[in-house]
């Protein structure tokens, strides 16, 4: 079982930036992420990094989102740069080692971020 804590979400003001958090109880080898879910719309994984450290992105946030991750593989951070309105949503960490965050995998409890 892996605990994860999610830190760093406010409120910011269009094209500023933000940094995200995550500490993992436990080393995750393999796939980690940052899921959003805005209200009345459904989750969406923004940005992924897989255990040789290939990451991802939705399209939308592509050159602006930097997800990263420590050498130790338990802190997950993504940095959110020329924030937009639309990228208003909880942000959620998660993880799993089989790389499915929907049905196998661990969530934290989620850090806002309001973007006015």
């Known amino acids: 079982h892996v605990q994860l804590v999610e830190s760093g979400g406010g409120s910011v003001q269009a094209g500023g930036s933000l940094r995200i958090s995550c500490a993992a109880s436990?080393?995750?080898?393999?796939?980690m992420a940052w899921i959003r879910q805005a209200p009345g719309k459904e989750r969406e994984a923004v940005a992924a990094?897989?255990?040789?450290?290939?990451?991802s992105y939705v399209d939308s946030v592509k050159g602006r989102f930097t997800i990263s991750r420590d050498n130790a593989k338990t802190t997950l951070s993504l940095q959110l740069n020329s924030l937009k309105p639309e990228d208003t949503a909880m942000y959620y960490c998660?993880?799993?080692?089989?790389?499915?965050?929907?049905?196998?995998?661990?969530w934290g409890q989620g850090t806002q971020v309001t973007v006015s």
């Open positions: 990094i897989d255990g040789n450290g290939r990451t």
């Open positions: 998660a993880a799993s080692f089989v790389c499915d965050y929907f049905t196998k995998g661990y």
């Open positions: 436990a080393v995750v080898t393999r796939c």
